[in-house]
Structures are given as C-alpha cells and as structure tokens.
C-alpha cells in the first residue's frame, strides 16, 4: 500500500459531456498543497501547504508566489500559520497571516495586514471591496464582522442566546454572495454542529440583518426531543447570486436501540429567496457513508465529499442542477480519469465551484511515485475541450525547502550531530545526519 510522503513527518508536527478537463499544479515543485478556492475565472487557484504557508498560483503558467512568516522556522511558532480563503481574478487574495487578517498579492508577492486584532478573512466579494470575517477575544471566541471599501472594520449583528434557544459562542463567516449582499455563516454551539444563519444586505446598502432559517430544522435541545427533524443544519456554501445555500444535514432519527442513526449524513440544498429545503438523494448513506458539502454554483450544482467511516477514504460528490440526487463525480465527468485515480488512492477534497458552475478546485492523493503518495491541488473546466494542459515543472525541484527533526519540527539552523530529515521542492523527504 502507498503511503503519503508526509505520514512520517508533517502530519507528526501539525486535507456530462465529453468535454471537461483536469488540470492539476505540478506536485513536482510542491507535493503538499492543498487549493481551496479559486477565481471566478478559473485562472487562479489558492490556498494554503502543510509547512504553514499561504499560496497563490497561475493555473495556466505553472508560477506560484508563496507568503511565509519570518517566524516559520523559529522557535516562536505561535500563530504563524498563513492562508488565503479567496481570491479574484486580478490574482489578490485574502485571508489570513500571522494570525491577523491579511491581503495576498500574487502581481507583487507581498502580503499586507488588513487587522491587528486577532481576525481572519473567510471570503470577499468579487471585486475585493468587502471583506467578511471573524475577530476573536481572549477567549477564542468569533464575532462576525465586515470590511468595507474604505478598510474600517463593521461588526455583523448577532442575536442572544434567549433568541437562538441555545448556547453560542460566536457565529462563523463561511461564504458571501459575489456583490457581498448575501453571507452564510453559522453559531458556534456546545455541539460542534455550526446551525445555519444568512446575514442580509438592507436597503441602505451599508448594513446587514440576521436570519436563522436553520431555527425551523435544528432541534438544539439536549435530549433531542424538539418538533425539528435534524440535529445538524451546516451550511457549507453559497452560490454567487446568493439564491442557494449548500448544507450538510444530519437526520436525528435512530433505530430501536436509540443509538444508530437511521439516515446518517446527507446533504441538502436550501433556496434563500423561497425560504424552502430541499433534501437530496444520497446513495447508500448511513452509519458507513457520510455525504459533506463545499460549493454550490448559481443553478444548484453542489459539490463535496463522501466520506467512508469504515475506512476514513474520502471521494468526490457532485449533485448536478436540476438533480435531486447526488452521485459519485468520477460517473459524472467519466473522461477526466484523475478523478478517478484521487478516489481511488482514497482522498479526493473538491472544495469550491465558480458561480457559473465551470470550473471546480480542489487537491486530493496523485501517485508520485510507485510506492509514495503527495498531495496534488488541481482545477476541473467542465466546459472546456481546450482547456490547459497539465503543466509540469520540475524547476529549483532538488533545492530544499525545509528541515525538520524526528519529532517533525522545523528546525532554522541544523548542527550538530542529529538525524534530521529534509524537505525537497520536488516532494521528496530524505534523512541525512548533519554534523
């Protein structure tokens, strides 16, 4: 059996027609990337690697700016993390750096502070000009909040814990609409279930109102004896026109020992401006399939994973607009082979869809070798019979990247007579005895 080439080392110190395409970035330059958003436009793709940084990359030439801390290789290794949760199609991406809300300029390379309180950016409008996230105190808690045009930070209203019937502790930002008009999110509640709410724009054009839909489906009570069907209502996504949410549901319904949930985990897709849920077809799902959703598109196309419990694999789902059921994606795309291949090694995480449903990013298991598994970040074009062709480059891809000791931890300065084990551009890991 194949193994990641990071088992050992990172996970240790710290996830139609005939004419669709895969295009992936090539692993040879970096075997640990992990895409989690791209531009509207399909060019840029984005997110974060295993070592703490934050990335932007060119899909089409193959060219990747990286944001690090100063402090990644340091003994000082508190909030360093960097990662970009959105970017445009000017190549400016935002997220987070040093534990601080932070803009990513692919052009210039450089990465900027939009917040010197703890905060993070989730998502944006399209053309950047509001900014949706979290702040967080002392106790870890989030609150909601914007960023306008003019850079000043807006909190997003709340309700009481009386309002909600249960206890919060802060709310989530997960996705906004591409004007921003629209932003899903969900509570922090004691059980990790995230319930849905939607902030609206108001007629102003400057504030925002909060909905909970989700308060007509959750059953928040402890003993789960409420009137509502579910025990999980987790928005995941929303489309660019704000129309539909993405939601991953969990039926509280058991069998007769009480215990064994008799629908499992399924996924649902819920219209914003109806106020309607609609529950879809998940095949086999139970106590061994769980169904989760990352992305839905502006006709309802929702994309995720399913997840087998017996043998934690996870595949690629979509369930296509007008469709009530959700299938394995490698049956709706059966000429883009990678699918299948990602699936089959066990790991395959599509994680957003643009709005006009053309192109899907994700990173999933590629083959590196015969016996070596490394992360591989791609971009599906489902319309496109032209898309790019897979772009390889094995620049700099013996120069390398990082050190680290036996415990997994980076090491700035190696000496001395230890057993460290270095990281090559090209995804290979090697021990060597420095002395």
Partial sequence: MKKFLLSAVMLAACGAASAQKLTYYPWTSN???QAI??????????????GGQAFIANI???????????KLNSDDEQDVDACVNSVNNDGVGYGYFEGKAARFDFNTGNSSLICEDPSLVRTSSNDGSLLFGVTYNSAYEQTPCFWDAAGEKNLLPTFSDDV?????????I????????????GVVDNFASDPMVIWRRNSDDKTYSLQIPSKRFFDASFELNGFQKYDMVKAEAISGNGKWVALSMHDKATDDTGFTP???QVIARYDVEADTLGIIDCPDASTELFYYASGISNDGTIIGTIENQDTNGTTAMICLAGSNKAQNMSDAFPGVKEIQTMDANEYNMPCAITADGRYI??????????K???????????????????????????KVVATYNIEGKKLVNPNGNRLVINRFANGKVVKRIVK
Wanted: charged letters at 20%; proline letters at 0%; aromatic letters at 12%.
């Fill in 31 to 33: 075997g640990y990337l």
């Fill in 37 to 50: 958003t791209c531009s509207q436009d399909g060019k840029y793709i984005a997110g974060e690697d295993v």
């Fill in 60 to 70: 089409e030439t193959g060219a990747i700016k990286y944001f690090a801390s100063d």
């Fill in 164 to 172: 909600l019937g249960y206890e919060s502790m802060g709310y989530k």
């Fill in 174 to 185: 997960l996705q906004a609409s591409a004007d921003g008009s629209a932003v899903v999110g």
């Fill in 262 to 264: 008799l629908y499992g």
């Fill in 361 to 370: 990013v994700g990173y999933g298991y590629v083959d590196y070798d015969e």
């Fill in 372 to 398: 070596n598994l490394c992360l591989g970040s791609y971009v599906i074009d489902t319309q496109s019979a032209t898309a790019v062709e897979k772009v390889a480059s094995a620049e700099n891809s013996g």
